[in-house]
């Protein structure tokens, strides 16, 4: 490297101090705080200083070895090396995922803590494989997914807590409803371009929390909904002390009574629940419906072409995309026992689509990495519980500027022409 | 009647607000085609350096109109850093890649912008006294008396002073020609030596200092600011962008007087609570009804 350059990567470094300088000056520098009447500022220069020296050495640093360009070329080619294995070994990952799936509950290792992470990861998975059948095959971007988790969520919550059905007669009816929310919302708006339909979708999203708030006399507004019953094992209740006339668990199956029982159940009941949901996906791949969402997603005119409805096509992916979003949200009730809208707002939505999209869009396995990355690493972080939400959406950024199709990215159409791989 | 007035006098304020907001999804849309999802928390990030600076000045004791200027102008420039930067970070790089990567793009930064401002300036509501108090009052003698405060003036005159810059900016001198030749075609407009890239980032600029001055006009308007404010007025401002038609800046201005009036007469004649779902609601109507706006071109698709 020439002198010169050493020079100008000086002078850019110093400048991107300065713009450093004003980002962090304000903001960081002079935080507002509020003692007796009024606001007054506490100074924090030495952070402010500390952070415009990092830009300005990592700039340098960036300058330097044109880091950037090897960073690049090392992360994508761990990532496509990842990605053919998995595809190569696609049978066999998925073999042993599930296997170690099923006995996770068993491992030495695993306590309740470890079970709940993978309870909720598990949800989060099924959140993702269902809305991978709006995003990733039909390529329709819904930012207000959450509105169908919500909507399952409080039907369940709702009839369970009215009507006292159990759990396996209300999980498809609210399943059935958010379906039925999902053509509702999408009939009018399907015929949106992508970006305009994920604003709608956003809004959406948005109207039903909204309405789940100040709707007092159905939803209970702010306060939400309690005493949600707690699945039962096909009738039989996990209870310490049964109520007459009935067994419990625990006395059934002649087993000392532990409260991790329940938590198992729960733990096998959303796996499955995620596999079916998987299944189905990769059912419906292969049938005619299935294609012309894969098509609609490459190519809307050439479908208009080619006699393929269009709206009704999204429509299904839509609604069907909703009953999963519904099915995890009667899971998440009766899990939770209790739901209020502060579970449904936005970012509940930003997540699950991040964890589509950074999984590579319609890649089943990419669905399932990026679950465990994202949930895992927030959780391991939960201490920096501030800074959790800044390292999320800057993983986000990060990962559509150096792998704009996510880490698996899968797009490859499932039929080919004279079947040539290549 | 009296009534009637009084919301039609607080929904142009508010749809001032709006509109300057929505100017820089527009701006922006209409020269790379993506929705800068994070403009809103730009525009919140402008009223907290405006916050920040009426703190400081308060403290001086220099006349109102002096600080209302200064502040102004600071926080232009230092919001107009944030827009800038996040082109550069995070839109950018992703230039010519699938139509749905800038997007997610930009949510990331909106999510990273409210959780650092969440961080750097804490979670909790900051209030602030007003400053410019008093009003003109008309119908004395009925039984509703209509307020004008001397706070909604001022709002609606330097709205109407920085309409006036801008549109002479965009129409009449090379910068503004070059904008728009890059929104016609971007490479044409390369070839004939038009800087790009640089017209992008002013384009940013522009977009960011004017959300920030609806960001001090929030301050002042309402007195309480946090770090989630840039969520609602950013998804007005937007539904405000696309009911004046996407791309098209004096639709822009229009769309967001009319969310404004809709939003305040919603919120006086039906329902405060539902205020919100209103703005939606306008929001998926217009869409479904008039894709293109009440002022903006129809979109042909090309295969």
């Known amino acids: ?422 | 009647m009296e009534y009637f007035i009084q919301q039609l006098v607080n929904g142009i304020t508010l749809g001032s607000i709006y509109g300057l907001i929505a100017i820089g999804y527009t701006m922006v849309y209409g020269i790379i085609g993506m929705i800068n999802f994070a403009h809103g928390d730009i525009f919140m990030i402008g009223a907290f350096v405006a916050l920040i600076s009426f703190i400081i000045f308060g403290l001086t004791g220099v006349a109102l109109p002096i600080i209302l200027l200064l502040v102004l102008l600071i926080a232009m420039l230092f919001t107009a850093c944030y827009g800038w930067t996040v082109e550069k970070l995070a839109y950018k790089p992703l230039r010519g890649s699938f139509r749905l990567a800038p997007l997610i793009s930009a949510l990331g930064m909106s999510i990273v912008l409210q959780n650092y401002v969440q961080v750097a300036q804490g979670a909790r509501v900051k209030p602030m006294q007003p400053l410019i108090t008093g009003g003109l009052e008309f119908f004395k003698n009925s039984e509703f008396v209509v307020t004008v405060s001397y706070l909604q003036i001022f709002i609606v005159i330097l709205t109407i002073i920085l309409m006036g810059i801008f549109t002479y900016l965009i129409t009449k001198t090379d910068l503004g020609r070059a904008q728009r030749a890059c929104e016609q075609d971007r490479t044409m407009t390369a070839l004939l030596g038009i800087n790009v890239d640089r017209t992008i980032s002013i384009t940013f600029i522009i977009g960011s200092s004017l959300a920030s001055v609806a960001g001090m006009m929030f301050v002042l308007y309402y007195g309480v600011i946090d770090f989630y404010i840039g969520f609602l007025a950013g998804i007005k401002a937007f539904t405000a962008a696309v009911l004046g038609g996407i791309g098209s800046l004096p639709g822009a201005m229009l769309g967001g007087l009319l969310i404004g009036l809709i939003e305040t007469f919603w919120a006086g004649y039906v329902s405060l609570e539902y205020k919100d779902v209103a703005a939606f609601s306008v929001l998926i109507v217009v869409l479904i009804f008039f894709p293109t706006g009440f002022l903006g071109k129809p979109d042909i698709e090309k295969v």
């Open chain 1, 1 to 422: 490297m020439e002198k010169r350059d050493i020079i100008q990567s000086f002078k850019d470094s110093l400048f991107t101090g300065l713009i450093a300088l004003a980002l962090f000056g304000p903001i960081v520098g002079l935080r507002t705080a509020s003692k007796g009447e009024g606001l007054f500022i506490t100074p924090q220069w030495g952070i402010v200083f500390l952070l415009v020296g990092l830009c300005i050495f990592g700039r340098f640093l960036i300058n330097l070895n044109s880091a950037r360009k090897t960073e690049l070329t090392f992360f994508s080619k761990f990532t496509s090396k990842f990605s053919a294995i998995t595809e190569d070994k696609a049978k066999h990952f998925a073999i042993t995922a599930i296997l170690f799936a099923v006995v996770f509950p068993f491992l030495p290792f695993t306590d309740r803590y470890f079970m709940d992470v993978a309870i909720m990861i598990l949800t989060y998975i099924m959140l993702g494989w269902g809305l991978n059948i709006v995003v990733g095959l039909a390529g329709l971007l819904d930012l207000g997914y959450v509105a169908f988790y919500a909507v399952g969520a409080y039907s369940y919550a709702l009839i369970a807590t009215t009507f006292g059905w159990s759990f396996w007669i209300c999980l498809p009816l609210a399943g059935v409803f958010a379906a039925f929310f999902g053509i509702l919302l999408g009939f009018p708006v399907l015929r949106l371009r992508g970006d305009y339909l994920a604003i709608v979708t956003l809004g959406f999203g948005e109207i039903i929390r909204i309405i789940l708030i100040n709707w007092y006399e159905v939803t209970n507004g702010p306060d939400g909904i309690t005493g949600i019953p707690r699945p039962s094992f096909f009738g039989i209740p996990f209870k310490r002390s049964p109520d007459e006339g009935e067994t419990s668990f625990h006395i059934f199956f002649g087993l000392e009574y532990s409260t991790m029982h329940r938590i198992i159940f729960l733990y096998y009941l959303i796996l499955v629940l995620a596999l079916i949901t998987n299944y189905f996906t990769l059912k419906i791949r292969k049938l005619p419906v299935g294609r012309a969402w894969e098509a609609l997603r490459e190519d809307e005119i050439a479908c208009k072409s080619l006699g393929v409805n269009p709206t009704n096509t999204k429509l299904t992916a839509f609604a069907i995309g909703a009953m999963f979003g519904g099915f995890a949200g009667s899971f998440f009730a009766t899990r939770q026992a209790f739901i209020s809208p502060e579970s449904f707002t936005f970012i509940e939505s930003a997540i699950i689509v991040a964890i589509v999209v950074l999984g590579g869009m319609g890649s089943q396995t990419g669905v399932v990495l990026a679950s465990i990355f994202l949930i895992g690493i927030t959780e391991m972080f939960r201490d920096l519980e501030q800074y959790r939400m800044i390292a999320f959406g800057g993983a986000m950024v990060l990962i559509m500027v150096f792998k704009p199709k996510g880490i698996l990215a899968n797009r490859k159409p499932t039929i080919l022409m004279h079947g040539d791989k290549k």
